[in-house]
């Protein structure tokens, strides 16, 4: 780490997340490293989420829903930071996550870098959903998830923007961008993000494996380029 701290964006968009809302931003504010850069954008909620948001010491920005993938992007585009992170409004993280990344990144600088993560159920949920699969709960493993990664903003220039024709899978898809581009990856061996599983989770979304399966088809299209 050097004397001063690098300014790190956290980006969180929100649809209708009220729900857990306030423990996500918790988990920023325990964060072990500062200064931090909170920008959370409210993707058309109707259940009060901007007005929580609005409680805490973070810049909201309001837009009517135009998806995940744009609520991202209008939030790295707000922000101001050279480090940029994202949190999904139901996960949570370790109060070291940002620190470890950027003391890597301060090391790595065009890496993308990961880390662990660990995926528990809600207990107000009745019953565990059907898209979780048995090795999802078995322990920490490593996250692809957008809560999960940190990168600089000149490698997210060079990636680009997340695509918003896939409204579950535009996570994926960058990550599949930035390694056709030859973006390295690294993964923190240590849990530093929680991942909340609940009745309401994008990953269960009718379309998710479809999309899921889109951006797989392109980018072995890419590869085959």
Same mark, same amino acid.
């Given at each position: ?26 988990? %920023? ?32 920005? !309001? $837009?009517? $829903?135009?998806?995940?993938? %744009?609520?991202?992007? %209008? ?14 409004? +139901? ?18 600088? +065009? ?5 662990? $993560? ?34 600089? !903003?000149?490698?997210?220039? !060079? ?11 535009? +996570? ?26 609940? +009745? ?13 399966? $889109? ?8 590869? !085959?380029?």
């Amino acid at each position: 780490m050097t004397d001063v701290n690098p300014l790190v964006a956290v980006i969180v968009p929100v649809h209708n997340g009220v729900r857990f809302l306030a423990e996500t931003l918790d988990s %920023v504010f325990a964060q072990d490293y500062r200064p931090l850069e909170v920008i959370v954008v409210d993707d058309g909620s109707t259940d009060g989420s901007a007005e929580l948001a609005a409680t805490r010491e973070v810049l909201v920005i !309001r $837009q009517e $829903q135009r998806g995940v993938a %744009v609520a991202r992007n %209008v939030g790295i585009a707000a922000s101001i930071a050279p480090i940029i992170t994202m949190l999904d409004q +139901d996960d949570l993280w370790e109060p070291s996550k940002v620190r470890k990344q950027v003391d890597y990144l301060l090391a790595h600088p +065009d890496h993308v870098v990961l880390c662990l $993560q660990e995926f528990f159920v809600e207990p107000s949920i009745a019953q565990q959903p059907s898209w979780v699969r048995p090795e999802m709960m078995s322990g920490p493993v490593p996250g692809w998830m957008p809560s999960c990664l940190a990168f600089t !903003r000149a490698t997210y220039e !060079r990636v680009g923007e997340h695509d918003p024709q896939y409204a579950q899978a535009s +996570d994926t898809d960058w990550i599949a961008r930035a390694k056709a581009i030859g973006v390295p990856f690294a993964t923190i061996d240590e849990l530093l993000v929680r991942h909340r599983v609940h +009745d309401t989770n994008d990953s269960g979304a009718p379309n998710a494996h479809k999309q899921l399966l $889109q951006v797989v088809r392109r980018a072995v299209w890419r590869q !085959r380029r």
